[in-house]
């Protein structure tokens, strides 16, 4: 398949739809002509900031509007970040990747903090990324200088649906921090979450919004939705493992040459149905027993499992030596943070967080 081939709605609709069968082995031969199949790439999230975001994504946990069983924490010190990375090196992670629930990124103390963090693990022979919100070009340029690799910033759903999730930020604010970060000479990492209620339509409609970037994502990560008590998509059903495995082949020929990474949701699928998204192209998973505030399968079972399938975790990837290539010829300006807030009313999410607020004042 051309990595640059100019894709249709249709065409990529057609190939979700093929025989199942058929669909997984186009997606194993893609994959073979630009990826070792018996090698995954293994990283593992550090929730640096947890809980007690101002934004009201309808999946998410740590939204401070929803009632949700997380435990909340303010931005972890650099020592604690560095030992958890220490110890995931060694059961086989390649790449630390830092979360925060946070809107966008802030300069000031806490955002230093996290440039200790990216130099600290840098110089650990270890690739790293970040996923802080939105972020302005100056902000991921010193990211970038600081020796961080990937920047993670999920476009979600398709344009059309994302509305009918998130009422916070529009879909062009996440593009907007995509295009900073590819300014900045960041690598790329952004997908979605699928089982969120979301059409077929609507998952292709995602493939064409990475497709539309200036250029495609060197990372994809493809999530099944974790359906959380009290956010507002907690009584979505499980997506089942055909979708899950349509979605990473589909990804998989349409973005030849990405990394496509099976990410959260594994707790919910079979070891079976994981393999059969390796088949179908996924080459990348998070390692642990926990991805950012819900449980994961954890390092024993994976081990197993790629012991049976005769996977191994790939190396850190040789060309990093820990420096990235930096564009000189930026001028230093001071971005403004006003991003557009559509003012779009999503029913689910204003009835959880009633909820939400009802449950706190019944506990206090
Ligand atoms: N606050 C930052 C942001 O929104 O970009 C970074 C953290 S946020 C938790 C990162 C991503 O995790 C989201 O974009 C979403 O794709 C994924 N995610 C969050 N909650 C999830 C859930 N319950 N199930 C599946 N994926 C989820
Ligand atoms: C991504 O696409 N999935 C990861 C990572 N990027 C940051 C996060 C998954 C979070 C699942 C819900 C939780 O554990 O809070
Ligand atoms: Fe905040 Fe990110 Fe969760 Fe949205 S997904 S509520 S921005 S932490």
Same mark, same amino acid.
């Given at each position: 398949?051309?990595?640059?081939?100019?894709?249709? =709605?249709?065409?990529?609709?057609?190939?979700?739809?093929?025989?199942?069968?058929?669909?997984?082995?186009? /997606?194993?031969?893609?994959?073979?002509?630009?990826?070792?199949?018996?090698?995954?790439?293994?990283?593992?999230?550090?929730?640096?900031?947890?809980?007690?975001?101002?934004?009201?994504?309808?999946?998410?946990?740590?939204?401070?509007?929803?009632?949700?069983?997380?435990? =909340?924490?303010?931005?972890?010190?650099?020592?604690?970040?560095?030992?958890?990375?220490?110890?995931?090196?060694?059961?086989?992670?390649?790449?630390?990747?830092?979360?925060?629930?946070?809107?966008?990124?802030?300069?000031? +103390?806490?955002?230093?903090?996290?440039?200790?963090?990216?130099?600290?693990?840098?110089?650990?022979?270890? +690739?790293?990324?970040?996923?802080?919100?939105?972020?302005?070009?100056?902000?991921?340029?010193?990211?970038?200088?600081?020796?961080?690799?990937?920047?993670?910033?999920?476009?979600?759903?398709?344009?059309?649906?994302?509305?009918?999730?998130?009422?916070?930020?529009?879909?062009?604010?996440?593009?907007?921090?995509?295009?900073?970060?590819?300014?900045?000479?960041?690598?790329?990492?952004?997908?979605?979450?699928?089982?969120?209620?979301?059409?077929?339509?609507?998952?292709?409609?995602?493939?064409?919004?990475?497709?539309?970037?200036?250029?495609?994502? +060197?990372?994809?990560?493809?999530?099944?939705?974790?359906?959380?008590?009290?956010?507002?998509?907690?009584?979505?059903?499980?997506?089942?493992?055909?979708?899950?495995?349509?979605?990473?082949?589909?990804?998989?020929?349409?973005? #030849?040459?990405?990394?496509?990474?099976?990410?959260?949701?594994?707790?919910?699928?079979?070891?079976?149905?994981?393999?059969?998204?390796?088949? /179908?192209? /996924?080459?990348?998973?998070?390692?642990?027993?926990?991805?950012?505030?819900?449980?994961?399968?954890?390092?024993?079972?994976?081990?197993?499992?790629?012991?049976?399938?005769?996977?191994? #975790?790939?190396?850190?990837?040789?060309?990093?030596?820990?420096?990235?290539?930096?564009?000189?010829?930026?001028?230093?300006?001071?971005?403004?943070?006003?991003?557009?807030?559509?003012?779009?009313?999503?029913?689910?999410?204003?009835?959880?967080?009633?909820?939400?607020?009802?449950?706190?004042? /019944?506990?206090?």
């Amino acid at each position: 398949m051309d990595s640059d081939k100019t894709w249709t =709605k249709e065409e990529i609709l057609n190939i979700y739809n093929k025989p199942l069968m058929e669909l997984i082995y186009d /997606a194993a031969e893609v994959h073979r002509l630009h990826h070792d199949p018996l090698k995954i790439q293994v990283s593992k999230l550090i929730s640096i900031k947890t809980g007690g975001c101002p934004e009201d994504c309808g999946y998410c946990p740590q939204a401070a509007r929803y009632h949700t069983n997380i435990e =909340k924490n303010n931005l972890m010190p650099v020592e604690e970040v560095l030992a958890k990375a220490e110890a995931a090196k060694a059961t086989g992670s390649s790449r630390v990747c830092m979360g925060a629930a946070w809107r966008n990124v802030q300069d000031g +103390e806490d955002f230093d903090q996290v440039i200790e963090m990216v130099k600290g693990l840098s110089s650990m022979n270890m +690739e790293v990324c970040c996923t802080l919100g939105m972020v302005t070009e100056n902000q991921a340029t010193r990211l970038a200088e600081a020796g961080l690799h990937y920047y993670n910033h999920n476009i979600d759903t398709s344009e059309e649906y994302y509305k009918e999730v998130i009422s916070t930020r529009g879909f062009n604010d996440r593009i907007k921090t995509l295009e900073n970060v590819r300014k900045s000479s960041l690598k790329v990492c952004s997908g979605g979450i699928i089982g969120m209620g979301e059409t077929v339509d609507d998952r292709i409609g995602m493939l064409m919004g990475l497709l539309k970037l200036s250029e495609a994502p +060197e990372s994809i990560p493809i999530n099944a939705l974790v359906p959380v008590e009290g956010t507002p998509l907690e009584e979505q059903e499980i997506v089942p493992i055909w979708d899950v495995v349509r979605m990473i082949a589909t990804t998989r020929i349409v973005f #030849p040459k990405s990394t496509v990474r099976l990410s959260a949701g594994r707790m919910q699928m079979s070891k079976e149905g994981q393999a059969l998204c390796f088949m /179908a192209g /996924a080459s990348s998973i998070f390692a642990g027993d926990k991805l950012l505030t819900t449980p994961n399968p954890g390092d024993n079972e994976d081990m197993e499992l790629f012991s049976i399938l005769g996977l191994t #975790p790939t190396e850190k990837i040789k060309d990093y030596t820990g420096k990235v290539k930096i564009r000189k010829d930026q001028p230093v300006v001071v971005e403004d943070g006003n991003w557009s807030r559509p003012n779009h009313i999503i029913e689910r999410n204003v009835k959880a967080t009633e909820k939400g607020k009802t449950k706190r004042k /019944a506990l206090k």
